[in-house]
């Protein structure tokens, strides 16, 4: 059985830095695009960020270009997201996601296979 287990999560300043993590059991996915999305209160849930099966590219949304950095270290099964400059509209449910076998593109969400349980971030300003 597949799971994906989110930490890292917490309360932060305005200004600080977060690092997710997203382990990944039940099977390798080394040829999956995996992703973070995120669901602020009373908002749909919105693409973060992929990285690229293939060639471990990335690619983010821009609201976060620039300060959120993908990551994934196959050998571990994990996909990580550095979150620096944190804002308060930063603060939502982050969700790790992965892709369909060969998928590139999983930012609609349409072709995510499996979601994470989310890890609450919360910003103070």
């Known amino acids: 059985q597949v799971q994906l287990v989110e930490s890292g999560g917490g309360l932060v300043q305005a200004g600080g830095s977060l690092r997710l993590s997203c382990a990944a059991s039940?099977?390798?996915?080394?040829?999956?695009?995996m992703a973070w999305f995120r669901q602020a209160p009373g908002k749909e849930r919105e693409f973060v960020a992929d990285?690229?099966?293939?060639?471990?590219?990335?690619y983010y949304a821009d609201s976060v270009k620039g300060r959120f950095t993908i990551s994934r270290d196959n050998a571990k099964n994990t996909v990580y997201l550095q979150m620096n400059s944190l804002t308060a509209e930063d603060t939502a449910v982050y969700y790790c996601?992965?892709?369909?076998?060969?998928?590139?593109?999983?930012?609609?969400?349409?072709?995510?296979?499996?979601w994470g349980q989310g890890t609450q971030v919360t910003v103070s300003s």
């Open positions: 990285i690229i099966w293939n060639d471990s590219s990335t």
């Open positions: 996601a992965v892709g369909r076998t060969y998928t590139y593109y999983v930012r609609s969400g349409h072709d995510v296979i499996y």
């Open positions: 039940g099977r390798t996915f080394s040829a999956n695009t």
